[in-house]
C-alpha cells in the first residue's frame, strides 16, 4: 500500500505532462464554429442610410459566396479591406457584407475612403452575428450555391490566405 503512495504522484505528474504535451499541438487561431456544413442562419438586415437594398439570406443561393463580417471602429478590418477589394474585383465570388454593431453613417465613410468591395450590406445591431456565431470581427464565411456554410476564417484576411484558403475553396465549391 505505501509502494502506491509513491507512484500515485509520478502517475499524476506523466498524465498532466501528456495533457500539456497534446495541447501545445493545438492551433490557437483555430475557433470551431457550430456552423460548418450547416445552412447559413435566416436573416434579412436592413441596408445602410442611403443605400437601397440590405443583405438577406436569399442572397445567398444559387452561387458560391463569401459574408464578411466588418466595422467602421476595427484595426484590423482596416488592414484586411485592400485584400477583400482585390478579392472582389477577381470575380470568383460576390463578397457580401454585415456591418456589425456600427454607425451607418461611419461605415458609409469608411467604404467611401477604402473602397466598396462588398455587393451587398446589412447593418447588424449584434443579434445576426450572433447567430452566426460571431467571435469578433473581422471574420469571413464561405457559403455555398445552396447556402451551407462551408469555411469560417477568423480575423483579418491575408493574399496568403485568399490564395491558399479561400479561392481553392470557392473553385471547389464552384465544381
Known amino acids: 500500500m505505501r509502494r502506491w503512495l ?4 509520478v502517475v499524476v505528474f506523466v498524465l498532466m505532462a501528456a495533457g500539456f504535451y497534446v495541447g501545445l499541438g493545438i492551433d490557437s487561431n483555430v475557433l470551431p464554429s457550430a456552423l460548418i456544413d450547416e445552412e447559413a442562419p435566416t436573416f434579412d438586415l436592413p441596408a445602410l442610410p442611403g443605400r437601397e437594398r440590405g443583405f438577406a439570406t436569399a442572397d445567398l443561393k444559387g ?6 463580417i466588418f466595422a467602421s471602429w476595427c484595426g484590423p478590418c482596416r488592414a ?20 456589425y454593431k456600427d454607425k451607418g453613417d461611419a461605415a458609409l465613410s469608411w467604404l ?3 473602397g466598396d468591395p462588398y455587393a451587398r ?7 445576426v452575428g450572433l447567430d ?3 467571435y469578433g470581427v473581422p471574420e469571413t464565411f464561405v457559403v455555398d450555391a445552396t447556402g451551407h456554410i462551408r469555411y469560417k476564417h477568423v480575423g483579418p484576411l491575408s493574399d496568403d490566405d485568399v490564395k491558399t484558403k479561400i479561392l481553392p475553396l470557392v473553385a471547389k465549391l464552384r465544381k
Open 6 to 9: 509513491y507512484v500515485l504522484p
Open 63 to 68: 452561387h458560391v459566396s463569401l459574408v464578411n
Open 80 to 99: 484586411e479591406h485592400p485584400v477583400l477589394n482585390a478579392l472582389a474585383k477577381t470575380g470568383q465570388a460576390p463578397v457580401y457584407g454585415i456591418n
Open 112 to 114: 467611401a475612403a477604402l
Open 121 to 127: 450590406i446589412g447593418a447588424d445591431d449584434g443579434k
Open 132 to 134: 452566426w456565431g460571431v
